[in-house]
């Protein structure tokens, strides 16, 4: 089974940007949706960004014209760029597989954005 470990989650202040990556233990992103999501305390698990496996994207109202969701076929990686991050953008931020019928999400990457 394909694992995935994201990373580049931090703290930054109000207006900064940051960018996410979601590396693959296999190479799968030529077959699969790829997707972020995001959690906060007492809410569900929300859609931020897709990429499909022929490379279309959507994007969540809430962070279109702010967050780029972009891949690397040859480092089986999947990248979210975040910029102009607002307060309300901090979250844990989830990178999920989807092959078929099969999902797989990594352990989470922590971004707070202070004020």
């Known amino acids: 089974q394909v694992q995935l470990v994201e990373s580049g989650g931090g703290l930054v202040q109000a207006g900064g940007s940051l960018r996410l990556s979601c590396r693959a233990s296999r190479s799968i992103l030529g077959a699969a949706t790829m997707s972020w999501y995001r959690q906060t305390p007492g809410k569900e698990r929300e859609m931020v960004a897709t990429?499909?496996?022929?490379?279309?994207?959507n994007y969540a109202d809430s962070v279109k014209g702010r967050f780029t969701i972009s891949r690397d076929l040859a480092k089986n990686t999947v990248y979210l760029q975040m910029n102009t991050l607002k307060p309300e953008d901090t979250a844990v931020y989830y990178c999920?597989?989807?092959?078929?019928?099969?999902?797989?999400w990594g352990q989470g990457t922590q971004v707070t954005v202070s004020s």
């Open positions: 999920k597989a989807r092959i078929q019928d099969s999902f797989t």
């Open positions: 990429i499909s496996r022929l490379g279309s994207t």
